[in-house]
């Protein structure tokens, strides 16, 4: 596998058309999946140079080919200490490869390539949680949140 790191926009790869992108992540993050407009949404604000934005984003390709595998998106938070400066946003790897280490090795890659501490959210029952506590990942705090309703 040919890993290809992306962290502005005029870097991404024209091969790569970014709603296949989009629909790449949807696809093989299910069922844990994100809306692909907040998808869409996240990897504009890995791509942003504005002050407080930005990020990485690690493609692993097939070698030999133009063929996606998988893929990490990581922001950026613009926090430090109390919260950690990164996020991992998006990962996930096509089923067809699975298995393989192709997830563990993209982790590695994106973690090794950004400064600071990193944080990311996984639901209990996804077998996905298995890996990041092997790469060190500690589950220290319970998250909760609170949806407010849009008024009118």
């Known amino acids: 596998m040919n890993i290809l ?17 989009v629909n790449f992540l949807h ?4 069922p844990y999946e994100d809306a692909p407009e907040d998808i869409r949404r996240g990897l504009e604000d890995a791509l942003s140079e504005q002050e407080g934005k930005g990020g990485l984003i690690v493609l692993g390709i097939e070698e030999g080919s133009q063929k996606l595998i998988g893929a990490v998106v990581m922001l950026r938070t ?7 400066e990164n996020i991992v946003l998006f990962a996930c790897v096509d089923p067809d490869h699975r298995g393989k280490g192709y997830g563990k090795t993209l982790l ?16 209990y029952d996804n077998p996905a949680k298995r890996l990041y506590e092997r790469l060190g990942f500690t589950n220290k705090y319970a998250e909760m949140r609170f949806s407010a309703e849009k008024k009118d």
């Open 27 to 30: 696809k093989h993050m299910s």
């Open 78 to 84: 613009g926090m430090s200490g109390y919260i950690p």
């Open 108 to 123: 590695q890659s994106a973690m090794s390539s950004v400064d600071g501490d990193i944080k990311l959210h996984v639901e």
């Open 5 to 21: 790191s992306i962290s502005k926009k005029h870097d991404w790869p024209s091969w790569l058309d970014l709603e296949f992108f």
